[in-house]
């Protein structure tokens, strides 16, 4: 089983400055994905970045990065120059080990506001 | 073509209505999946299809009956819903997650990918 907890349910940034949202989880597998996954009001979920647990180099894709502590169970989206755009709900998700596909365990999210 | 497409994208259905949900993807995907979404919470898994096979049932009452016609098809037929069920649903697929080589197993990338959902509301 693995679960996923996100501590902060609301953030706000000012346009153009950073942001970290915190994710921690916890599992019994060996092998698995952790997610960023962003949800705005136009409700589609959309995959922001992907880290691979055996992989100690943390993920980057374009403004946005993680702080993968593996040790630690902790999992942190940082976004520099924040948009407007990114003005969303934030999901962290984990993956597993299983035949069946792609079950994501979701945490609660964090609601990120950017301000102009 | 990275999209996953649901329709309809609204729905107002009464408690004695039938009415299906559906979902189509055409990027060879041979795991799809439901997931419920109640407002300000995270997706709640419902249903999984690996290889148009329904591997798992997270519980959910009968009343909510999935299909999977082919491996680019998924449908959701509602019947007999309450009140409470009125949510967010979501549709997504991905690559089937894992594989086993010579008698290891691996772990594949399985990006899921979401469709915009379909907005029910049952009165």
């Known amino acids: 089983a693995q679960t996923v907890t996100q501590s902060q349910p609301e953030m706000s940034v000012q346009e153009a400055e950073t942001v970290t949202l915190s994710c921690t989880y916890d599992?019994?597998?060996?092998?698995?994905?952790l997610f960023w996954y962003k949800q705005p009001p136009s409700r589609q979920m959309i995959l922001v970045i992907r880290?691979?647990?055996?992989?100690?180099q943390n993920a980057t894709e374009n403004r946005f990065s993680v702080n993968f502590q593996k040790a630690a169970k902790s999992f942190s989206l940082k976004i520099s120059d924040s948009q407007l755009g990114d003005t969303a709900m934030y999901f962290c998700?984990?993956?597993?080990?299983?035949?069946?596909?792609?079950?994501?365990?979701f945490g609660g999210g964090t609601r990120l506001m950017v301000k102009p | 073509d990275t999209e996953v497409t649901q329709t309809p994208k609204h729905l107002v259905m009464g408690m004695t209505n039938k009415k299906s949900l559906k979902c189509e993807q055409h990027?060879?995907?041979?795991?799809m999946y439901w997931y419920k979404q109640k407002a300000k919470k995270p997706p709640e898994l419902m249903f999984v299809?690996?290889?148009?096979?329904?591997?798992i049932n997270e519980s959910v009452p009968s009343r909510f009956s999935p299909e999977c016609p082919n491996s680019s098809l998924l449908n959701l037929h509602l019947h007999a819903l309450q009140p409470e069920d009125s949510a967010l649903y979501l549709c997504?697929?991905?690559?089937?997650?894992?594989?086993?080589?010579?008698?290891?197993?691996?772990?594949?990338?399985?990006?899921?990918?979401f469709g915009q959902g379909t907005r029910l509301t049952v009165v």
């Open positions: 998700a984990s993956s597993g080990e299983n035949n069946a596909g792609n079950m994501l365990t």
């Open positions: 599992t019994s597998e060996n092998n698995y994905y």
């Open positions: 880290q691979e647990a055996y992989k100690q």
């Open positions: 990027m060879g995907h041979r795991a």
């Open positions: 299809y690996s290889y148009e096979k329904l591997s």
């Open positions: 997504a697929s991905s690559q089937v997650g894992a594989f086993m080589v010579f008698g290891t197993k691996g772990l594949m990338n399985t990006e899921a990918f």
